[in-house]
T-cell receptor, first 110, second 114 residues
Framework: KNEVEQSPQNLTAQEGEFITINCSYS?????LHWLQQHPGGGIVSLFM???GKKKHGRLIATINIQEKHSSLHITASHPRDSAVYIC????????????FGRGTQLTVWP | KAGVTQTPRYLIKTRGQQVTLSCSPI?????VSWYQQTPGQGLQFLFE???????NKGNFPGRFSGRQFSNSRSEMNVSTLELGDSALYLC?????????????FGPGTRLTVL
C-alpha cells in the first residue's frame, strides 16, 4: 500500500471552476510538498508546508497534521493549469528523501 | 539565479552499456537528490548527497551509483543497463541540510534503453 494516497487520479474541469485535489498519508512527517509536472517532465515545487495554510496566487494548500491530510485548491482554473499534481512527504526525515503519491492528472478545458 | 540543470536531456543506450548523468544544483545548494520516474512505479528515490557524502539511499540495485563533487555538482551512473532502466531521471537540489528543505527539480534526463 502506498503511504501517500491522492484523489482523484484524474480530474477534468471547465475554465473558471474551483479545483480540489486531496492527499492522505499514513506516517509522521516534517513537511508535505505539492509539486506540479507538465508534459515533458519538468517538476515545479508549488508548496512545502508543515502546518496550516499557504497561498500563492490562485493556488492554496492546506494541511491537517492530526488527520494526516492535505488539500491543494486552484481557484478560477485556467487551461494552463493542466498538469499532473503530485503530493509528497519526507516521512519526518531530514535526509533529502521524498515519498510520492501517484499524482492527479488535471485537465482544464476552455 | 540559474535553476537546476541536468545533462544530457535525452539519451539512448543499448542493454549492457553504462551511462552517466549529470546534475548541477542551484548555486549555494549543498543537497542533491536523485529520483527515477517510470509509468509503472511513479517517482522513486535513488539517493541523496550532501557535502560529497551519500546520506540516504533508496531500494535500487548496486548498478545504480552516484557521487557529488566539491562544487556540489552530482553525477549518477547506471552500469549494465537493462530495458527496465528506461525512465526519466530527475535530480533536485535544496539549500538547507534537511529541515524546511524545499527541493528544486531539474528538467530531467530521459533515458531509453534498447
Amino acid at each position: 500500500k502506498n503511504e501517500v494516497e491522492q484523489s482523484p487520479q484524474n480530474l477534468t474541469a471547465q475554465e473558471g471552476e474551483f479545483i480540489t485535489i486531496n492527499c492522505s498519508y499514513s506516517v509522521g512527517i516534517s513537511a508535505l510538498h505539492w509539486l506540479q509536472q507538465h508534459p515533458g517532465g519538468g517538476i515545479v515545487s508549488l508548496f512545502m508546508l508543515s502546518s496550516g495554510k499557504k497561498k500563492h496566487g490562485r493556488l492554496i494548500a492546506t494541511i491537517n497534521i492530526q488527520e494526516k491530510h492535505s488539500s491543494l485548491h486552484i481557484t478560477a482554473s485556467h487551461p494552463r493549469d493542466s498538469a499532473v499534481y503530485i503530493c509528497a512527504h519526507d516521512r519526518g526525515s531530514t535526509l533529502g528523501r521524498l515519498y510520492f503519491g501517484r499524482g492527479t492528472q488535471l485537465t482544464v478545458w476552455p | 539565479k540559474a535553476g537546476v540543470t541536468q545533462t544530457p536531456r535525452y539519451l539512448i543506450k543499448t542493454r549492457g552499456q553504462q551511462v552517466t548523468l549529470s546534475c548541477s544544483p542551484i548555486s549555494g545548494h549543498r543537497s542533491v537528490s536523485w529520483y527515477q520516474q517510470t509509468p509503472g512505479q511513479g517517482l522513486q528515490f535513488l539517493f541523496e548527497y550532501f557535502s560529497e557524502t551519500q546520506r540516504n539511499k533508496g531500494n535500487f540495485p548496486g548498478r545504480f551509483s552516484g557521487r557529488q563533487f566539491s562544487n556540489s555538482r552530482s553525477e549518477m551512473n547506471v552500469s549494465t543497463l537493462e530495458l527496465g532502466d528506461s525512465a526519466l531521471y530527475l535530480c533536485a537540489s535544496s539549500f538547507l541540510a534537511g529541515d524546511d528543505g524545499e527541493q528544486f527539480f531539474g528538467p530531467g534526463t530521459r533515458l531509453t534503453v534498447l
